[in-house]
């Protein structure tokens, strides 16, 4: 068979568990609060890289809330391990956001 290019197998489509906790304020919450999402986060990278479901990619501050973010093969494999962590922060509301193949189809999770 001649092939003119050697293409890449196509993988899988990443998957994404995004995290949306409301902080005080309009702005980036406090000092304390961003300490507190700061530290649940490091602990989020160690359990996602020990677990090798995917990486906790980082987070944003904004308008009054805090959004991490973590991509992987397997967004409900990725939930699972970074939902202790996530139900264990203390801001409400609160809500995370599994996101599914190409097609982007979401599932929404109140914590």
Do not use: C, N, W
């Not at 304020?25 to 999402?37: H, L, P, Q, Y």
């Amino acid at each position: 068979m001649d092939t003119i290019f050697d293409l890449p197998e196509t993988s899988a489509p990443e998957q994404a568990v995004i995290a949306r906790f409301r902080l005080s304020g309009e702005e980036f919450g406090e000092r304390a609060e961003r300490a507190v999402i700061f530290h649940a986060e490091r602990a989020m990278v160690a359990a996602v890289g020990e677990a090798g479901v995917g990486e906790v990619d980082g987070d944003e501050f904004g308008g009054g809330e805090a959004v991490v973010y973590a991509y992987g093969p397997d967004a409900e494999a990725l939930f699972k391990v970074m939902e202790p962590i996530l139900r264990g922060l203390p801001f409400r509301p609160a809500h995370v956001v599994l996101r599914h193949g190409a097609a982007k189809t979401e599932l929404h999770v109140d914590l």
